[in-house]
């Protein structure tokens, strides 16, 4: 897991809760591996992603 997914889950108080949150790696069908990409761990934790792809991550982009 790279460091900036790691800054990533730091918003979250609750240690267990961010521990859980973080062990649940999400399956990328590109690579074939459990890896974090940086906005997926974004969208787990509430932040704005860097690379919008649902319409509600577009549309807050816009009013940004």
């Given at each position: 897991m790279s460091f900036i997914v790691y800054r990533d889950f730091a918003v979250v108080a609750d240690e267990d809760e961010r521990c859980a949150a973080m062990v649940n790696v999400p399956f990328n069908p590109r690579t074939g591996a459990r890896q974090w990409p940086p906005d997926g761990a974004k969208r787990v934790v509430g932040q704005r992603?860097?690379?919008p792809v649902a319409?509600?991550?577009k549309f807050r982009r816009w009013l940004a």
């Open positions: 992603v860097d690379w319409a509600d991550e």
